[in-house]
């Protein structure tokens, strides 16, 4: 975990702050996720629903945090 945050600050430095700090909004999903494939965890349809959900918001987000970009 140590070793991540070197990778994730060089991440934010790169990409700017406000840009790349909403990637972390998925987190948790990704982590529902792993947990599924990797521990062989049940994911309910509304599991699945929130998740697709948020992912929709953020890209929403990310879409129009580019465009208003001089």
Not at 20 to 30: A, D, K, N, Y
Not at 47 to 54: D, M, N, Q, Y
Request: charged share 5%.
């Amino acid at each position: 975990m140590f070793l991540g945050f070197f990778a994730w600050y060089r991440g934010l430095s790169l990409g700017g702050v406000a840009r790349i700090g909403q990637v972390q909004l998925l987190q948790p999903f990704l982590t529902i996720l792993a947990s599924a494939i990797f521990l062989g965890e049940h994911l309910t349809f509304g599991t699945l629903s929130f998740a697709a959900g948020v992912i929709i918001c953020v890209a929403l987000g990310k879409r129009t945090q580019i465009n208003a970009t001089p």
